[in-house]
């Protein structure tokens, strides 16, 4: 949500500016600004639309070695020029990432002293507090205005007084950043920062970064140095680039292989001729889940899709009652946990609002939590009891495809870790299901070879308004993930159902030449699949169907039962939504990019969602 970057040191500021942008602009893109500080003092450029409409507000003669820049995905205030950020007060002009949740009484307040802001944002209201506490020490003023604002924030501010030095503040939103040969650079994520290093820190919240050409100093609110630990990434340039690829999220679909094969690996030991999950590396404790009475897992979007694959796993695996919450409604919801409950968080970015702030709740309880996490460092791998990353490498598109993948393989591996430490499953059992889990990767690639199949089945559903995704169990868990994936970047309005449910309502819906997908995968449920699919057939519906290709030659597929068919490589019931993932990711872009749509970056929607 609003991707933030700030540099100082030896180079073109605004090309740094500019690049950092464009790596961040998954974050957000309605409108974008930089402020340099040139000869003349802080000048400060704004555009609506994407980063490349800023590139030509700015005068290529435009000289600088410092500034900041902001990428807006907006809350407080229309798209216009004037909402977009930088904002100036004084001397203070400054980008924010957040939400300021008591901006309405600091503005009434600041009335009072004659300060009116100019745009409708919550921003510019933290500028004019600044600039009203602001006497020369931006240290003063900063902590002063931490006191008094509430909210979310991570603010990058320039001092008129203070030439080529940015200070940084953060609570909630993240910053990280790095010293290099070029000079100092902070941003809202590290791909920004990844051309000039790979080693970088985290900002911790409440910290004043202060940035110079040569260096960073940490310091906490009163004025104790502090070193933050270093991070490091193991992926280059490269790993945020398009690769050729014509979008991002047609390349990220394509790096599932690797990026289960890379979330998989450290967490195997062979043994006795087993092969066998291994969580020594994570330091994850058998009893975290041995003793846990209930299990929940919490999230957003994509990530709680992945939670519910992650439920029913660990349910028939582990027999433990799990649950899955929407995170913005847990937290609200006065849940009930205690310390033998487990709270397992999943989130890529690591910094989504709503998923932290349940993090915190159940932290607050007294329950045990465990993260499955993407981005290293970031604010829930760091809160919660464990962390386990999912090394699906920076997901740039707004839709979510690797991390998805590699969520469920953790899931995958919890299950089989707790189960075989309870167990409820033999060693030799466990190492079947891992076999399963380690062919996965290969698996993924033989549907991506069929992307041409895809990519022409796509085309009869460019002009639906109106689409269903069908299943049970597992297959039910996956609907939801097709369906969020296709109406987010298609527009095209889409459903999941239960497939036994669509009788109790959903089907009067489904008229001639509706889609239906359905997802017919797992054996146990699959003749009760066939029969709903019959169902809607029987109203007119085209149907895709998905299917597992050990299942095949089953007597209830009979001819003509579907518009279309794909079979997915044959596999154990458990670990087709892996593969069937994979197909209905490939419908999503394709039938997107038919429709003529921007498919990394859709519209109203923002990567990271750091506002509740
Ligand atoms: C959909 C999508 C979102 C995210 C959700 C949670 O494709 O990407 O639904 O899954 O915003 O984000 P994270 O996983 O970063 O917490």
């Not at 033998?340 to 915190?360: N, W, Y």
């Not at 299942?551 to 939504?577: M, S, T, Y």
Request: charged fraction near 25%.
């Amino acid at each position: 949500m609003c991707g933030i970057i700030g540099f100082t040191g030896y180079i073109d500021a605004k090309e740094v500016l500019l690049n950092g942008l464009a790596e961040l602009e998954y974050r957000g893109y309605d409108s974008a600004g930089i402020a340099v500080c040139t000869e003349r003092g802080i000048e400060t450029f704004k555009n609506v639309g994407k980063v490349a409409s800023l590139r030509n507000e700015i005068p290529a003669e435009i000289q600088s070695s410092c500034g900041i820049g902001h990428t807006r995905w907006a809350t407080h205030g229309g798209v216009t020029k004037t909402n977009a950020h930088p904002h100036s007060c004084g001397k203070v002009t400054l980008i924010h990432n957040g939400i300021i949740e008591n901006y309405h009484e600091l503005a009434n307040e600041l009335a009072k002293e004659g300060r009116i802001a100019q745009s409708q944002t919550d921003t510019e209201v933290a500028a004019m507090l600044l600039d009203s506490l602001y006497t020369g020490d931006p240290y003063a003023a900063i902590s002063e205005a931490v006191k008094r604002l509430t909210g979310a924030y991570a603010f990058c501010i320039l001092f008129a007084d203070q030439k080529d030095v940015i200070y940084c503040i953060r609570k909630g939103s993240p910053l990280v950043a790095c010293m290099a040969e070029e000079g100092a650079v902070i941003a809202s994520d590290m791909v920004a920062l990844l051309r000039y290093s790979k080693e970088y820190f985290v900002l911790p919240e409440y910290n004043i970064a202060k940035l110079t050409k040569n260096s960073i100093m940490v310091t906490d609110l009163y004025g104790n140095t502090v070193t933050p630990s270093m991070l490091s990434v193991n992926w280059d340039m490269s790993a945020a680039q398009k690769n050729g690829f014509k979008h991002y999220m047609l390349k990220e679909i394509h790096e599932q292989p690797e990026s289960v094969r890379l979330t998989i690996r450290p967490r195997i030991k062979r043994e006795n001729g087993f092969v066998l999950p291994d969580f020594s590396e994570d330091k994850i404790p058998d009893d975290l889940f041995m003793n846990a009475g209930r299990i929940i897992i919490t999230a957003c979007g994509t990530a709680m899709h992945a939670g519910l694959v992650g439920r029913i796993l660990i349910e028939r695996m582990l027999r433990i009652p799990v649950t899955v919450e929407i995170a913005s409604e847990f937290r609200y919801a006065d849940p009930i946990m205690d310390e033998r409950s487990l709270v397992i968080v999943v989130s890529q970015s690591g910094e989504t609002a709503d998923t932290l702030a349940a993090l915190r709740l159940a932290k607050e309880k007294g329950a045990k939590t465990l993260a499955i996490v993407n981005v290293k460092g970031s604010s829930i791998s760091r809160e919660a009891d464990y962390c386990m990353y999912t090394h699906a490498g920076p997901e740039i598109a707004v839709a979510s495809t690797k991390a998805y993948t590699a969520q469920l393989a953790v899931f995958y591996l919890i299950a089989l870790r707790f189960a075989m430490a309870a167990g409820k499953l033999s060693d030799k059992q466990v190492s079947e299901y891992m076999n399963e889990l380690e062919a996965v990767p290969e698996k993924i690639e033989k549907i991506l070879k069929k992307r041409d199949v895809i990519k022409e089945l796509s085309k009869r559903l460019t002009p639906a308004s109106d689409l269903f995704f069908i299943g049970r169990g597992l297959d039910y868990a996956l609907s939801c993930e097709g369906s969020i994936k296709l109406k987010e970047i298609t527009y095209i309005h889409s459903e999941a159902y239960a497939a036994g449910e669509l009788k109790h309502g959903t089907l009067s819906l489904i008229t001639g030449g509706t889609p239906v997908i359905a997802l017919g995968t797992q054996k146990d449920v699959f003749p009760k699949l066939i029969s709903n699919v019959k169902e809607v057939r029987a109203r007119g519906a085209m149907v895709i169907l998905v299917t597992n290709e050990a299942n095949d030659g089953d007597e209830a597929l009979e001819k003509g039962i579907c518009a279309e068919h794909l079979v997915i490589p044959a596999c154990k019931d458990e670990f087709a939504p892996f593969l069937a993932a994979v197909y209905l990711q490939l419908i999503a872009y394709y039938t997107s990019s038919y429709r003529g749509l921007d498919v990394d970056q859709p519209r109203n929607l923002a990567k990271s969602v750091t506002v509740e």
